[in-house]
C-alpha cells in the first residue's frame, strides 16, 4: 500500500464547495480496511449489538468485532458489560453463542469460571488432580478483560481503546437532540421487525447513501410520492449527520390506523422524522410511532452486513392486534433499504476506476456525506 497523501487528506478536508471525496483506496484497499480498525473504529464509540438480546439478568451474547471476540453479558443487577471473549489461562473462547448462563462463564476447555463481572471464581485442579488454587494462580489479577462499554436507545456500544470521550461528552449534540425519545422505554417489536441484508459493499458507502436525500427522486420514487425531496432538510454535527424529513404522516392499517406514538413529545415530531449517521456504524431513524437503528458491520473491505432493529412506543404495539401493521412497517423499511443496494454496491464497483478521483461534492445537496469524509479523513489525519 502507498502512504497514504496528507495532501490528498487535506483535500477531503476542504470546504465543501471544493472538497473531493475519499479516493479509491478507502474503498478497495484491504490495507487500508486494516488501517480503518485501528484509526477509526478503535479510538471511536462503535456499535456491537442491542440490549433487547440480552433480555434477563445472566444472559450472554457473544460478538465478532472487526476480528476482535467479544462477549456481552447482562449481570446480576440488570447492567450490560463487555468482555473480551476469551479465558485468561489459554485464550479459549468462552461463548459461542447466544445462551443464559448458569451462574457463571465457564471455559469448555479447562472448566475456569468467571463472575458475570469478569471476577475469576474458580480454577479446578489447578495445582494438580482435585487441588484448585496454586500459589502463582493470582485469581485478583486474572478477571475478565472488560471493554469500555455504554447503552443508549438500546445500543451496546464499545470504545476499544479506551481513549475516547466519555460516551455522554462525545454524543452530547446527539443525546440533547433525542433526548425525548432517550427518556422513554422502547420496546422491540419482535422476529419480524429483525431482519439483516448483506450488501458487497465498503461500509462507508452504505454510511454516506444514508446521510443524503438527494437520491430520493430515482431510487426511492414510492418514498418521494409522499415525502419528498422538497420535504427533506439535512443536518451535520460532530459525530453525526443526516437528513430530516417534514412530511411524516404514515398509516399502517387498512383505514389508515397507526401505532401510539412517544408520550411528551415537542410539536415538532407531528409530522417530523430524522434519520441521523452516527459515526461510524449506527443508522438511526426516529419517528414519533416507531424508532430502528441499523448497525453496520463491515465483514471486508468490500462486505458489510446491515442489522435492523425496530421498536414501538407502547408494549401494546407488540400484541397480535399489531402484529399485520408492524409485518407492514418492517416490509416498508426493508423495501427501502433493498432499493439502495444497488446504488452502494454500483459505487464500490465504480471505485475500480483510476480515474475516478474521490468525487465532487454537492454544497446544497452533500453536506452530510462530506462531512461524514472529513470524520474519517480527520482520523487518518491524526
Not at 445472566?58 to 468485532?65: F, I, S
Not at 476469551?86 to 448462563?101: Q, Y
Not at 481513549?163 to 440533547?176: C, K, V
Request: charged share 25%; with cysteine.
Amino acid at each position: 500500500m502507498k502512504p497514504i497523501d496528507r495532501t490528498m487528506l487535506g483535500q477531503v478536508m476542504a470546504p465543501v464547495a471544493t472538497a473531493r471525496g475519499l479516493p479509491n483506496p478507502f474503498y478497495t484497499d484491504p490495507e487500508v480496511y486494516e488501517l480503518e480498525k485501528a484509526k477509526v473504529f478503535a479510538p471511536s464509540w462503535v456499535l456491537i449489538g442491542f440490549g433487547k438480546d440480552l433480555a434477563e439478568p445472566g444472559m450472554a451474547k457473544p460478538v465478532d468485532h472487526l476480528g476482535v471476540p467479544l462477549v456481552m453479558v447482562r449481570d446480576r443487577d440488570g447492567q450490560i458489560r463487555v468482555f473480551q471473549n476469551v479465558c485468561r489461562h489459554r485464550g479459549m473462547i468462552l461463548v459461542s453463542e447466544t445462551t443464559r448462563l448458569k451462574g457463571v462463564l465457564r471455559c469448555p476447555y479447562h472448566s475456569w469460571c468467571y463472575e458475570l463481572d469478569g471476577k475469576l471464581r474458580s480454577t479446578p485442579h489447578v495445582g494438580g488432580p482435585g487441588q484448585n488454587i496454586d500459589a502463582s494462580i493470582r485469581r485478583e489479577e486474572l478477571g475478565l478483560v472488560e471493554v469500555r462499554s455504554t447503552v443508549w436507545m438500546d445500543m451496546v456500544l464499545v470504545n476499544l481503546s479506551g481513549t475516547a470521550p466519555a460516551f455522554e461528552d462525545h454524543a452530547h449534540r446527539l443525546i440533547e437532540r433525542y433526548s425525548e425519545f432517550a427518556r422513554m422505554p422502547l420496546y422491540h417489536g419482535g422476529p419480524d421487525s429483525s431482519f439483516k441484508l448483506e450488501v458487497k459493499t465498503n461500509w462507508k458507502l452504505a454510511v454516506e447513501n444514508y446521510c443524503e436525500s438527494y437520491h430520493l427522486p430515482w431510487v426511492h420514487p414510492g418514498l418521494n410520492s409522499y415525502s419528498r425531496l422538497e420535504d427533506h432538510y439535512h443536518m451535520y454535527e460532530p459525530g453525526f449527520a443526516g437528513q430530516g424529513s417534514s412530511a411524516y404522516t404514515p398509516g399502517f392499517g387498512p383505514n389508515g390506523e397507526r401505532f401510539a406514538k412517544f408520550a411528551s413529545l415537542s410539536d415538532k415530531w407531528d409530522k417530523c422524522a430524522e434519520y441521523p449517521s452516527v459515526f461510524p456504524n449506527a443508522l438511526l431513524g426516529f419517528h414519533n410511532d416507531h424508532y430502528f437503528t441499523i448497525m453496520i458491520e463491515p465483514v471486508g473491505h468490500d462486505r458489510t452486513i446491515e442489522h435492523v432493529e425496530i421498536y414501538y412506543a407502547d408494549p401494546q404495539m407488540l400484541g397480535e392486534d399489531y402484529a399485520a401493521m408492524r409485518q407492514r412497517n418492517a416490509q416498508l423499511w426493508k423495501g427501502i433499504f433493498v432499493e439502495d443496494i444497488f446504488v452502494v454496491e454500483g459505487m464500490q464497483r465504480g471505485r475500480a476506476a483510476p480515474g475516478f478521483d474521490g468525487g465532487k461534492f454537492s454544497p446544497a445537496m452533500d453536506g452530510p456525506t462530506h462531512a461524514f469524509h472529513h470524520w474519517v479523513a480527520e482520523r487518518f489525519a491524526a
